[in-house]
């Protein structure tokens, strides 16, 4: 299994940005996909959720209403859309899959580095 994020960068607070993870090396199909974050100092959390279909999909309520999971299961590539950025959502995200969209943490990507400025 290969995750590969792509998309971080540096953006003003209110900004946006898309993170965009291609998967090899499995049915990417058969496994829902997430999006979880780690700021310096803290501990790894959950972000994003899709299922297998892109049909169901779950937030963590900080980001809820802000930022959007996809999923183009043709490309084998997931999608974090983040809106109204704010400082606090600084960190490196990582790409993940599993067999639970809501905590889907059997299979890690390398991260991709987000730092909002205010």
């Known amino acids: 299994v290969q995750l590969q994020a792509s998309g971080g960068g540096l953006v003003q607070a209110g900004g946006s940005l898309r993170l965009s993870c291609a998967a090899s090396g499995f049915t990417f199909s058969s496994l829902a996909m997430g999006w979880f974050r780690q700021a310096p100092g803290e501990e790894r959390e959950f972000v994003a959720g899709?299922?297998?279909?892109?049909?169901?999909?779950y937030y963590a309520d900080s980001v809820r209403g802000r930022f959007a999971i996809s999923r183009d299961n043709a490309k084998n590539t997931v999608y974090l859309q983040m809106n109204s950025l704010k400082p606090e959502d600084t960190a490196v995200y990582y790409c993940?899959?599993?067999?639970?969209?809501?905590?889907?943490?059997?299979?890690w990507g390398q991260g991709t580095l987000v730092t909002v400025s205010s």
């Open positions: 899709i299922n297998w279909s892109g049909g169901y999909t």
């Open positions: 993940a899959a599993g067999t639970n969209f809501r905590l889907p943490r059997d299979y």
